[in-house]
């Protein structure tokens, strides 16, 4: 009875733990996304052509994730985002983060959902708006950091 006992605590401790670092990962990466500023090209992606290059800026403040480009063509307002993998690796010797993370918003019959991969100071991903399940508009972005003056 007594070794039951003592499996079970030593089961529940455990899991606990496992708990709690889980937790402590996912705001450890919030802190290194919190007000950044990138510089970006937006492309909007048609089904034959890739559209020209739009200048604008991406903003990671407080959790969530904005662009003004997206705001002006898709009403998109700052968006709540959910990091998917925070990695540190070496490549040629250089110390590389890297950061995935995604983001959803739904309003009325409209979806949108952000998927972006942050590498150091770069920036790449994607933002997809849905209408009753069906792609309406897709855009493709690439920037940097924008340095502070």
């Known amino acids: 009875m007594k070794n039951t006992f003592k499996i079970y605590c030593l089961s529940i401790v455990t899991f606990l733990l496992f708990s709690a670092s889980a937790v402590a990962q996912k705001v450890k990466p919030t802190k290194f ?3 950044k500023k990138f510089n970006c090209q937006f492309y ?6 890739r559209g020209k290059a739009q200048p604008s800026l991406l903003f990671l403040k ?6 003004d480009l997206m705001y002006e063509k898709l009403a998109l307002p700052p968006v709540a985002m959910r990091v ?3 990695s540190t690796y070496t ?4 110390e590389m983060h890297m950061v995935t993370f995604e ?4 309003e009325e019959k409209n979806d949108y959902h952000w998927e972006v991969t942050l590498i150091n100071y770069d920036i790449e991903g994607t933002v997809v708006q849905m209408k009753s399940g069906v792609e309406k508009k897709k855009f493709e972005f690439a920037g940097s950091e924008k340095t502070k003056k």
């Open 103 to 106: 983001a959803d918003h739904s």
């Open 84 to 86: 998917t993998l925070d």
């Open 44 to 49: 909007e992606v048609k089904p034959t052509v």
């Open 33 to 35: 996304l919190d007000n």
């Open 62 to 67: 407080g959790g969530k994730v904005e662009a």
């Open 91 to 94: 490549e040629d010797e250089v």
